[in-house]
């Protein structure tokens, strides 16, 4: 599961799409973290999809990721400002890949 504090345990390596990249990466095999309120570790991410179907205000968007040994394409919260807290992409991730800050 993604790491609740990544905050505090990672630093910030590199932007994208407007939002913030935590490290480490090394690609292709090891992306981050991409996002900060609406955090998705692409380490952890294996395509499931559901966040991107349930997100109520199309926070998510697909990026290719190939070569990436979990899944070649992950669920960025490209427009994580439009989040509106409701936690239904925390609940449906099957393997726990993200984090929302809602407090
Ligand atoms: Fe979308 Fe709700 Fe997840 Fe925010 S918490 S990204 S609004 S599904
Ligand atoms: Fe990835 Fe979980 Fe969404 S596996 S595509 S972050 S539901
Ligand atoms: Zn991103």
Known sequence: A???NFDENR???DTHEGHDVWGPVD???QLGIHGT???VDFDICIEDGAC???CPVDVFEWVDTPGHPESERKAD???EIQCID???CVDVCPVDAIDV???
């Open 2 to 4: 993604i790491d609740p």
């Open 11 to 13: 630093e910030v390596v």
């Open 27 to 29: 690609e292709p095999e």
């Open 37 to 39: 309120h609406v955090a």
């Open 52 to 54: 991107v179907e349930d």
């Open 77 to 79: 919260p490209a427009n």
């Open 86 to 88: 409701c936690m239904l």
């Open 101 to 103: 800050d809602s407090t």
